[in-house]
Nanobody
Framework: QVQLVESGGGLVQPGGSLRLACVGS????????MGWYRQVPGKQRELVAF???????NYADSVKGRFTISRDNSKNTVYLQMTSLKPEDTAVYYC?????????WGQGTQVTVSS
């Protein structure tokens, strides 16, 4: 079955950088749209960044200019490069692959921005 596994989360100081990766297995994903979402306790999960099969991207206003989403179809992987991190970026980050009615989520990786 399809499985998405995230990695790269952790604790970082304000102003620092992290790179998240999400690897898909059990399928072929080059036609899938891929995205990164985040969630903090008590709030709804929100879209952070999105990349479609044509590599067109979209970002939440709060991360524009600081985060970059990319994909490597040969590795079934989507990345999120995060720079100039702020305490308000602290959340659990989830990757998402979607094509029509097929949608898959990773298990989440914690990102904590704190001094």
């Amino acid at each position: 079955q399809v499985q998405l596994v995230e990695s790269g989360g952790g604790l970082v100081q304000p102003g620092g950088s992290l790179r998240l990766a999400c690897v898909g297995s059990g399928g072929i994903f080059r036609f899938y749209a891929m995205g990164w979402y985040r969630q903090v306790p008590g709030k709804q999960r929100e879209l952070v960044a999105f990349i479609n099969s044509g590599a067109n991207t979209n970002y939440a206003d709060s991360v524009k200019g600081r985060f970059t989403i990319s994909r490597d179809n040969s590795k079934n992987t989507v990345y999120l490069q995060m720079t100039s991190l702020k305490p308000e970026d602290t959340a659990v980050y989830y990757c998402n692959f979607k094509l029509s009615r097929f949608e898959y989520w990773g298990q989440g990786t914690q990102v904590t921005v704190s001094s």
